[in-house]
Antibody, heavy 116, light 107 residues
Framework: EVQLVQSGEEVKKPGESLKISCKGSGYRFTSYWIAWVRQMPGKGLEWMGIIYPADSDTRYSPSFQGQVTISADKSISTAFLQWNSLKASDTAIYYC?????????WGQGTLVTVSS | DIQMTQSPSAMSASVGDRVTITCRASQGISNYLAWFQQKPGKVPKRLIYAASSLQSGVPSRFSGSGSGTEFSLTISSLQPEDFATYYCLQYNAYPYTFGQGTKLEIK
């Protein structure tokens, strides 16, 4: 069974750093691009970027380039989304997802709350 | 970036109604379009990929059509569980982009 299991809820202060994770199982981790999607409270879905774990080829949406870092460690079948300095506006649910052809799986989402 | 414009942003309908949501791309995307359904507090669920291919397990009352810049999602006979927010996603070119969403409410 394909699963993407994300790390748990985070509560952080502005200026702090954070790295959340997405662990894949039940499929060949290096075969699918993994995307990250943001959903701010009460808002729509925003595509942030994507990584190919086999070679770490990464593409970002211009809206998120320089704001976050997407990475992956294929040895542990895990993708990451990282911030160096969080802002209150980073408060959102973050989803990871894989898709390709008829394949489409999403993680359960990680709620990140940034508040002083 | 390719902009995806959905319409309407919100609509109300009754059980049994036929409903169509449209998505327009700012440039041609061939058939690289997917439709997602999201219910409150839930993970998005893909309904349609490649503009018209039905995701496994999705009821046949959902259908997608279009190519190039104009796409539509049709629900042939609304069921109570279909009241949700729907999003289109273009995956023809990076960055992939979602439409702003269509909230479908009960009339």
């Amino acid at each position: 069974e394909v699963q993407l299991v994300q790390s748990g809820e985070e509560v952080k202060k502005p200026g702090e750093s954070l790295k959340i994770s997405c662990k894949g199982s039940g499929y060949r981790f290096t075969s699918y691009w993994i995307a990250w999607v943001r959903q701010m409270p009460g808002k729509g879905l925003e595509w942030m970027g994507i990584i190919y774990p086999a070679d770490s080829d990464t593409r970002y949406s211009p809206s998120f380039q320089g704001q976050v870092t997407i990475s992956a460690d294929k040895s542990i079948s895990t993708a990451f989304l990282q911030w160096n300095s969080l802002k209150a506006s980073d408060t959102a649910i973050y989803y990871c997802a894989i898709s390709g052809g008829s394949t489409d799986y999403w993680g359960q989402g990680t709620l990140v709350t940034v508040s002083s | 970036d390719i902009q995806m414009t959905q319409s309407p942003s919100a609509m109300s309908a009754s059980v049994g109604d036929r409903v169509t949501i449209t998505c327009r791309a700012s440039q041609g995307i061939s058939n690289y379009l997917a439709w997602f359904q999201q219910k409150p507090g839930k993970v998005p669920k893909r309904l349609i990929y490649a503009a018209s291919s039905l995701q496994s397990g999705v009821p046949s009352r959902f259908s997608g059509s279009g190519s190039g810049t104009e796409f539509s999602l049709t629900i042939s006979s609304l069921q109570p569980e279909d009241f949700a927010t729907y999003y289109c996603l273009q995956y023809n070119a990076y960055p992939y982009t979602f439409g702003q969403g269509t909230k479908l409410e009960i009339k």
